[in-house]
């Protein structure tokens, strides 16, 4: 067990830099205004709202996504994250949950569960049409009657999962969903992931547009849908378009059915910022390191956050996190648990590491992907604007 789950709590009401290291940082103003901004575009714009649960993994993160039940629907990935949920389902203020990977065999039972014991809507995603035959061979061995309602996820150029709507294979799953009785088409779902490319509102403005023609393009392809289907769901979003929705006005079709999904907008991190569409205090999470070394000579620092407290994904911006009290050093090389600063900023700018850095010295970082690092640590240690412990979330861990 994390010697971290055993002590936490003794480190609330004091200040970020009494913790060990290294730890996540998460600031609940910052949280609360980023998610206050997407509500409140999204009620705007008179459009339904699905969280994903991904990037923070709390049932505390998911209650305020929800606006406590305000909004009602979510997604997850595994389903250590259903599971975790199942309390916001027992207090009413959550209703369904898309299970957002392409369905497999192994899932099933336990997905099938959360709806028969805890009352917990389920949504599949398919895109393709061996998910279909699996369904109904899962239905007929078990003798479940209900339909899966499933979302068909269309590629809109991220290449990751989904089909793209010039594939014969989009029109042959929607066939096969649409004629079995073991599926229900609840709608459709893309997800942007290459909208993290954008550099301008005007780029993600468009990236969502084109989300948008995606989705109604194959849905066009669905003819004679069952009646007791009920409406039809154009899902579209992903954090980079999200923060621009409130855009998407502009683009809303007449009697369409649009929700938007997001994952990342509570936490943001450098990815975001790289964006141009989020700014650096927009960033709500942070990991604390402690300086381990300073080596003059080749003017770099070492501290004690390597690849497993950080990530290795990168931006824009140099490294694979930043300084937060100075974005002109930067964690340039990671081990397992090793981290080098070195600067980057101007060179003719440069300062020298051992009059920045001692050892000892606690630094916050500003990581360059929220959702992983934040997936590493036990504890997530939640600060308020003094960067004072005030409460520590307990994140559902594995898969």
Known sequence: MDIS??????YIGKPVSALPTPALVLSKPVLERNVKRLHDDVEALGIGFRPHVKTLKTIEATRIMLANGKYRKIVASTLSEI???LPLVKEGILDECL???PIRPSVLADLDAFTSQHNLKILLMVDHADH???LEEFNTSTGRKAPWPVFIKVDVGTSRAGIVNSSPRLDQVIRSANDSTAVSIY???CHAGHSYASKTTDQAVQVLQDELEGVLTAAKKLVDRKTEDG???LSIGATPTAHVVANLKKSLPAN???ELHAGNFPANDLQQVATGLVAQDDQAVRVIAEVCSVYPERNEALINAGVIALTKETSLFAGLARWADDINWSIVRVSQEHGIFSWVGEESKKEKAE???EVGQKVLLYTQHACITSAMYYVLYVVDEQDIIRETWIPWKGW
């Open 5 to 10: 789950l055993q002590t936490h709590q003794s």
């Open 83 to 85: 599971r975790g949920c």
């Open 99 to 101: 299970y957002g990977l």
């Open 132 to 134: 279909i035959r699996i």
């Open 187 to 189: 709608g459709f779902y």
């Open 231 to 233: 409406e039809l769901i």
């Open 256 to 258: 369409a059915n649009l």
């Open 355 to 357: 009059d920045r850095f």
